[in-house]
């Protein structure tokens, strides 16, 4: 597929990246995208929740990605499929400005050892430190400010946005994305009490994440005290999350922001944890476990499904009274327990 004048698509060029049928006029020019309220005649929007139908038909956008249920409703040229949601991410990547990277180059204040080996087309920023022993693979771009540990292994195809720190003994897979201010591979929370303070535990593993992994600013991987900590293939990491030393992630398993995961948990295949969520440590969740938002997980999941704990919010007063009865909750099953008896 070739791009056309203005850096833009036709919806016919689009629609053979997505496998789309178009509906009306497949030579309209698309050059960005946006929402079906913001678009232009030179966007592409999508529909893939029911309740924005009532923006569809004031939509100036110069096509839709829409399901073939809406097809009719839609009043401008469409592209037709079944997850326009799907299709839209699929697209995204065609406008996103950050896509056209640089020629790759060395910037003269980067710091790389000897022993370190670089491969082709890599881009290194300003201030980069590249450790002993380190070998970052073809195709990889690191930006400003970012630390590599010595003995790290950047996967193909990698990007490391600015002041990540991989510490030393960090593998990243192909096609890793690891956002500013990420940490991996810092020391796992091990301390031994001694009688009088605290003895540290040195952490002598490592962290190994696989293929097409997304960890988000902010996020801290701990190594492992013995051992690896281990991220699967295709797991995407939010924001602030903390991943403490020696879990494991299954494949396709996704954390949303301020995620905190607990020492030696394992974590299933194809997982999903809500914003906020507490898993606590030496556990198993088994795979395609959804755990939703701020919910804490102290006994292991053994069985697929959707979890939840604590209580959604409500007005104070009630919050209150709640409160209180909760705290009765034991004494009101003795005192039913005993009546049930009699």
């Given at each position: ?71 009719d409703a839609c009043p401008v040229p469409a592209l037709v499929l079944k997850d326009p949601y799907l299709g839209y991410a699929m ?128 996020s801290s991987i701990d190594r492992g005290a013995l051992g690896d900590t281990i991220i699967g293939n295709d797991v995407k990491i ?105």
């Open positions: 597929m070739n791009t056309i004048a203005k850096h833009g698509y036709t919806l016919n060029e689009l629609a053979e990246r997505v496998g789309a049928t178009v509906s009306g006029n497949g030579d309209a020019l698309i050059t960005g995208l946006a929402t079906l309220h913001d678009a232009g005649p030179e966007d592409l929007a999508f529909l893939a929740n029911p309740s924005y139908l009532r923006f569809l038909q004031d939509t100036h956008a110069g096509g839709v990605l829409i399901r073939e249920e809406h097809k697209l995204s990547q065609l406008f996103d400005p950050m896509a056209m990277k640089q020629a790759p180059t060395v910037h003269e204040t980067a710091v790389i050892a000897d022993t370190a080996t670089i491969g082709e087309r890599v881009s290194i920023g300003p201030h980069v430190h590249v450790g002993a022993h380190v070998t970052v693979e073809d195709d990889v771009v690191i930006d400003a400010g970012v630390a590599i540990g010595d003995g790290c292994i950047v996967g193909k195809g990698s990007h490391l946005y600015p002041n990540v720190t991989l510490y030393h003994g960090v593998t990243l897979g192909e096609r890793c994305i690891i956002h500013s201010s990420a940490v991996l591979g810092g020391d796992g929370f091990g301390f031994a009490f001694n009688g009088k303070g605290w003895t540290k535990i040195a952490q002598i593993g490592g962290v190994r994440l696989g293929d097409d992994v997304e960890v988000g600013s902010c939010d924001s602030q999350v903390q991943i403490a030393h020696n879990v494991q992630i299954g494949d396709h398993s996704a954390l949303a922001g301020c995620v905190g995961i607990a020492g030696s948990t394992k974590i299933g295949r194809g997982c999903l944890l809500g914003g906020g969520v507490g898993v606590a440590g030496h556990l198993e969740i088994a795979d395609r476990v959804q755990i939703t938002g701020m919910s804490l997980i102290t006994n292991s999941i053994h069985s697929a499904g959707v979890y939840s704990s604590g209580t959604g919010a409500m007005p104070n007063a009630q919050w209150r009274k709640n409160a209180v009865r909760f705290k009765q909750l034991d004494e009101m099953a003795r005192r039913l327990s005993r009546l049930e008896k009699r």
